[in-house]
């Protein structure tokens, strides 16, 4: 797992996600959503994830977005990516980063490949 603060590379983390999820989606068939985009469900969160949405929009990558109240939601999330062969990525917003993501993603079966971003102001991020 690694973990960047994105205050430290004036934003250089956030350009080289967006870069990431563009090459990941090169690489997928046109129909298929390659990201799930996870947004606290709060002023934050949504105001976030309606940026996030136009930058991957700017860069074709097709995505959906979705509320989340509570880390037992994010567990349910991640839990049905093994289900869903479509999504190579997930990322957090204001959200995630006090939850064991990497026992999440391990315990879920996903696929080796299966990246999650997280960008969460709340929280001091969990070891």
Known sequence: MVLRNVREDNGRALLEMLEHLRLRRANAPN?????RVLAAADHDGICAAHILSQLLDIRDVKHTLQPVWENADIAQHIKHVEN??????MVLLNCGASTDLEKLVSESKAPDDFRCFVIDAHRPIAW
Do not use: G, N, Q, Y
């Not at 129909?31 to 990201?35: A, E, G, K, P, Q």
């Open 31 to 35: 129909t298929h959503i390659t990201v």
């Open 84 to 89: 869903d062969t479509e999504v190579l990525s």
